[in-house]
Nanobody, 123 residues
């Protein structure tokens, strides 16, 4: 199983980025996917999650209204559209897959993880 996160970069505050998480080696349509982030010196935190069919979405309060998660099972890909970025959004962003298909906030509930993609927001 592989999860490949991409799309990170350097952006000014107020700007936008779209992260992608491409999956292989699993029946992607059965898995929920979550995005988490970790800044230096801080614990990994939940950002957003989406259920297996893409119907149910969940967001951390800190990103609600600014970020949008979506899932395209035909492409085995999950996206995280990030708008109105803030310096405090700076972190390495990770995607993860959950076989229960529900979409959860607890990182311990996820089975597979991708490598991080760095997002840096300058003020």
């Amino acid at each position: 199983v592989q999860l490949q996160a991409s799309g990170g970069g350097l952006v000014q505050a107020g700007g936008s980025l779209r992260l992608s998480c491409a999956a292989s080696g699993l029946i992607f349509s059965r898995y929920a996917v979550g995005w988490f982030r970790q800044a230096p010196g801080l614990e990994r935190e939940f950002v957003a999650a989406i259920s297996y069919g893409g119907v149910n979405t969940y967001y951390a309060d800190s990103v609600k209204g600014r970020f949008a998660i979506s899932k395209t099972n035909a492409k085995n890909t999950v996206y995280l559209q990030m708008n109105t970025l803030r310096p405090e959004d700076t972190a390495a962003y990770y995607c993860a897959a959950d076989h229960t298909g529900v979409g959860k906030r607890d990182s311990n509930e996820y089975d597979y993880w991708g490598q991080g993609t760095q997002v840096t927001v300058s003020s």
